[in-house]
């Protein structure tokens, strides 16, 4: 088993930064890809960004140039930097990791309890 535990989350203005951390603990061996999915009130789930163990990484079209997401596998933990945040970044965050490839992420895999972003003025 694999236990996620998200961090960093809370309420911003428009325009400032966050960042969030996932560390994982447990059997992290077989862990690959590792992501950040959101959901908001009305809206279906989706991958904000990924990366893989190699380093490879994928992100939304609406969070290119402002998210970059990182992975430090020495300390099992996937950290998502969010700049210039926008209102309709608002919603539940939620860390995700299967063994798999970054399609792996949509499947079956191991989920976070998730944290709050609320961007408002």
């Known amino acids: 088993q694999v236990q996620l535990v998200e961090s960093g989350g809370g309420l911003v203005q428009p325009g400032e930064s966050l960042r969030l951390s996932c560390a994982a603990s447990?059997?992290?061996?077989?862990?690959?890809?590792m992501g950040w999915f959101r959901q908001a009130p009305g809206k279906e789930r989706e991958l904000v960004a990924g990366i893989t163990g190699g380093g490879t990484v994928l992100y939304a079209e609406s969070v290119k140039g402002r998210f970059s997401i990182s992975r430090d596998n020495a300390k099992n933990t996937v950290y998502l930097q969010m700049d210039n945040l926008k209102p309709e970044d608002t919603a539940g965050y939620h860390c995700?990791?299967?063994?798999?490839?970054?399609?792996?992420?949509w499947g079956s895999g191991y989920w976070g309890q998730g944290t709050q972003v609320t961007v408002s003025s």
């Open positions: 447990g059997s992290v061996f077989i862990i690959n890809a």
């Open positions: 995700k990791a299967s063994r798999g490839d970054m399609s792996t992420l």
